[in-house]
């Protein structure tokens, strides 16, 4: 499992181990770290040019040391100052000209960040907010430009490390080298996209066992997944119900009930209107008229796609005392205090435009700030939400580390695959898991399944669905 810590606690964790190491020797591992991933990505150091990008922090004291250790073995160092040489760090700069590295002005920039063969960027640190200011923003898009790899230093400049926000102006890395954790906005959009690849080197930090995220990875998940004992039988596994399509939307509950078949539970049953549709795809589907109350025994709901303006049935279910996942339509019809009201866990599955009506707020705010969004929502409604999108977010209502997943592909942006996602979730609920590991499972699950269907190609949702056995398997697998 990958961990995310706040801005305050790594600095704290910076300050106590600082107060046990010699002084500067904290900022040596890191910038050993950093030239090590730098002459990595470069191949070969001898002779390339290297142009280093400063601020007046200790981000930029990172740099520069990194920088005297690329001087050394013969590569091309320039340092552009964003501050004067006063308020840049003296021992790193120091060392650079040491090392034969020299020394200009963002002004005089210009010809050697095009022909770079490697930018680093050491502009603000952790602690920066808002986006770059307009100097620091025209070396960004110069660097753009140049087409030079970049790696950014602890994390691109412009993003804000907590909250994973782009306020404005922000430079793109190709590799970011982090130093002693794993900061939220290296996890979460829309500052993950200008991240590139992460490496995390360590630096002796002692952290805290509970972070600010946590990011699952295959035999996490496969600890989660159910399996079926000798004397297990359908009923034991547990059974979910899907409450799901209409006139005008049958294949909302075709999908749910595809994505519940292949979700861990023992058996499916089918409460709507879709009915001959749900069974002529998949006969081994429990059917009835009758209503949820009347459909009989379930450990789980899944309410939601393509309801339409069914608000009884959505009522009806969130009325029951097993676990609800909500999702699609049923996000809009369900009353806010029948949600808070509910005994059992629920569990809420909105996309951004969701999310931003049922906070009342416009969707840019939500896509701005998705990890804000999805602990209100948690907290407003005391439910979990699994927050849609590139990278989704999970919430615990009680606090706690959020869950982030970033499986997925730009392929699963599909009418669709929130339904296959919806179905998946409730089976996973259905067989005991809790509100917050069966979203954080169907998440990473459903988004292995999306890169499988789609293999770099166009995919259907009924394709995501048939691809999560393959995606079940290779994190068991992985697991042994």
Same mark, same amino acid.
């Given at each position: 499992m990958r961990?995310?810590?706040s801005?305050?606690t790594v600095?704290?964790?910076? /300050?106590?181990?600082?107060? /046990?190491?010699p ?5 040596q ?9 730098c002459a990595?990505?470069l191949?070969?150091?001898?002779g /390339?040019?290297?142009?280093?990008l !400063?601020?007046s922090g200790d981000?930029?004291?990172d740099?520069?040391y990194? &920088?005297a250790?690329?001087?050394?073995r013969?590569?091309?160092?320039t340092?552009?100052?964003?501050? $004067?040489?006063?308020r840049t ?10 090392? &034969?590295g020299s020394?200009?002005v963002p002004?005089r ?7 770079a063969?490697? @930018?680093v960027?050491? #502009?603000?640190g952790?602690?920066?907010?808002g986006g ?5 923003? =025209?070396l +960004?898009?110069?660097?753009?430009r140049?087409?030079a ?5 602890d994390?691109?400049?412009g ?6 926000q782009?306020r ?5 890395a190709?590799?970011?080298?982090t130093?002693?954790?794993?900061? $939220?906005?290296?996890? #979460?959009d ?8 992460v490496?995390l080197v360590?630096i002796?930090?002692t952290?805290?066992?509970?972070a =600010?995220l946590?990011?699952?990875?295959h035999?996490?998940?496969?600890r989660?997944?159910?399996?079926p ?7 034991r596994r547990?059974?979910?119900g #899907?409450a799901?399509g ?5 294949g909302a509950? !075709?999908?749910?009930?595809a994505?519940?078949l292949r979700?861990g539970?023992?058996?499916v049953?089918y @409460?709507g209107?879709?009915?001959?549709a749900? #069974?002529?795809r998949?006969? %081994?589907?429990l059917v ?7 459909a009989?025994?379930v450990?789980?709901w899944a309410v939601?796609p393509?309801?339409g303006d ?5 009522a009806?279910?969130?009325g029951?005392?097993v676990p !609800?996942?909500l999702?699609?339509d049923?996000?809009r019809?369900?009353?806010r205090?029948?949600?808070?009201g ?9 996309h951004?435009?969701e999310a931003? +009506?049922?906070?009342g ?5 939500? %896509?701005?700030?998705r990890?804000a969004? @999805?602990r209100?929502?948690?907290? @407003?409604?005391r439910?979990?939400?699994l927050?849609?999108g ?9 606090g706690?580390?959020?869950r ?5 592909t ?5 009418a669709?695959?929130?339904d296959?996602?919806s ?9 005991g898991l ?5 979203g954080s499972?169907? +998440?990473?699950?459903?988004g292995?399944a999306g /890169?499988?269907?789609a293999?770099?190609? $166009?995919a259907g949702a009924?394709?995501v669905?048939e691809r ?7 994190v ?5």
């Open positions: 961990t995310a810590y801005v305050e600095r704290a964790a910076e /300050r106590e181990l600082m107060a /046990r190491l002084e500067g020797a904290l900022m591992r890191a910038a050993a770290g950093l030239a090590a991933a990595d990505l191949g070969r150091v001898y /390339r040019r290297v142009v280093l !400063v601020g981000n930029g004291g740099a520069l990194a &920088g250790r690329l001087a050394r013969g590569a091309g160092v340092a552009v100052l964003l501050a $004067p040489p006063e760090h003296p021992g790193g700069l120091a060392a650079l000209r040491r090392a &034969g020394v200009t002004g920039a210009g010809d050697r960040i095009a022909r063969d490697l @930018v960027d050491g #502009i603000v952790i602690g920066g907010r770059l200011r307009p100097e620091a923003g =025209e +960004a898009d110069a660097v753009e140049s087409g790899a970049v790696v950014a230093v994390l691109p400049s993003v804000e490390a907590d909250t994973g782009v404005g102006a922000a430079l793109r190709d590799l970011t080298v130093f002693g954790a794993h900061k $939220p906005g290296l996890l #979460i829309p500052a993950r996209e200008y991240a590139g690849t490496r360590g002796g930090l952290l805290p066992p509970v =600010e946590e990011a699952l990875q035999a996490d998940v496969a989660l997944l159910p399996r004992a000798a004397e297990s039988d359908k009923y547990g059974v979910v #899907i799901a209409s006139a005008r939307y049958p509950a !075709v999908l749910a009930v994505g519940a979700g539970a023992g058996a049953r @409460v209107p879709a009915a001959d749900v #069974i002529a998949f006969p %081994e589907t009835s008229d009758r209503g949820p109350a009347k009989g025994r450990q789980a939601g393509g309801a069914d608000a009884a049935t959505v009806e279910v969130l029951t005392d !609800v996942l999702d699609a049923g996000l019809l369900a009353e205090d029948a949600v808070r509910r005994s059992a866990p629920t569990l809420m599955t909105p951004a435009g931003a +009506a049922l906070l707020v416009r969707r840019e705010e939500v %896509e701005g700030a990890l969004a @999805v209100e929502l948690a907290a @407003v409604y439910a979990t939400v927050l849609k590139s990278t989704t977010l999970v919430a615990d209502p009680r706690g580390a959020v982030v997943n970033a499986t997925g730009g392929w699963l942006a599909t669709g695959s929130g296959v996602l179905g998946l979730a409730g089976s996973l609920l259905a067989s809790s509100a917050l590991d069966a499972a169907a +998440a990473y699950l459903h292995l /890169r499988f269907a293999s770099g190609a $166009p009924h394709d669905a999560l056995p393959q995606a079940w398997r290779d068991r697998d992985a697991w042994g």
